[in-house]
Nanobody, 121 residues
């Protein structure tokens, strides 16, 4: 019913920048929130940043001041601008959205397939 497609991952040197994008498509009645999580091998998935429909953001302390999240409500798209990247930012980044597809049915959580970000010299 809902698909999330990420793009923009890749290999970058420490101190460099990358921009991740996520597009939600399908049956979208209300898109409450979108966000990015990441998971490195052997670790739990962790929150990077989230953004609600009214633009309220929640950003992890580990990336605060370096990463910026934004969204276009009309297009159901989201961006994560990542600057001053560090080797510890290396991870698979997952797009997330909480979406109501039809009235009277609770919203569900949806996930993209993930995009690899590698920060290495």
């Amino acid at each position: 019913q809902v698909q999330l497609v990420e793009s923009g991952g890749g290999l970058v040197q420490p101190g460099g920048s990358l921009r991740l994008s996520c597009a939600a498509s399908g049956r979208i009645f209300i898109n409450y929130a979108m966000g990015w999580y990441r998971q490195a091998p052997g670790t739990q998935r962790e929150l990077v940043a989230t953004i609600t429909g009214d633009g309220s953001t929640n950003v992890a302390d580990s990336v605060k001041g370096r990463f910026t999240i934004s969204r276009d409500n009309a297009k159901n798209t989201m961006l994560l601008q990542m600057n001053s990247l560090k080797p510890e930012d290396t991870s698979v980044y997952y797009c997330y959205a909480r979406i109501k597809t039809v009235p009277l049915v609770p919203a569900s959580d949806y996930w993209g397939q993930g995009t690899q970000v590698t920060v290495s010299s």
